[in-house]
């Protein structure tokens, strides 16, 4: 192989690796602008812990309250029939 060959072998592969490097470095930058991007929808939409710890408090008040309802039905329930077993 002549000198001149070695150049031309040596800028080939060379153009080579360039164009490679810059292909590669195109995508993981589409992909990190993808990444991002998801990133932020996933902020906008998906509930945070707090968001999350405020709703399930909001739900267990609406379950207590309804529980202490049920407790007091029952005593009343409980007040009719004893002074029906009174009367009779």
């Known amino acids: 192989m ?15 690796v360039g164009s490679a490097y810059w292909r ?4 993981i930058s589409k992909v990190r602008d993808e990444l991002a ?3 932020l929808h996933t902020a906008e939409i998906y509930v945070t812990k707090t968001g999350m710890q405020e709703q399930t408090q909001a739900i267990m008040k609406a379950i207590d309250s309804v529980a202490e309802r049920l407790d007091g039905m ?12 009174r009367a009779s």
Do not use: C, W
Not at 2 to 14: D, F, I, K, R, S
Not at 24 to 27: D, V, Y
Not at 74 to 83: A, C, I, K, T, Y
């Open 2 to 16: 002549t000198p001149e060959q070695m150049v031309y072998l040596v800028l080939a592969v060379g153009g080579a």
């Open 37 to 39: 991007a998801h990133k």
């Open 24 to 27: 590669f470095s195109t995508i």
């Open 74 to 85: 029952n005593s009343r329930l409980d007040r009719v029939f004893e002074s029906k077993a």
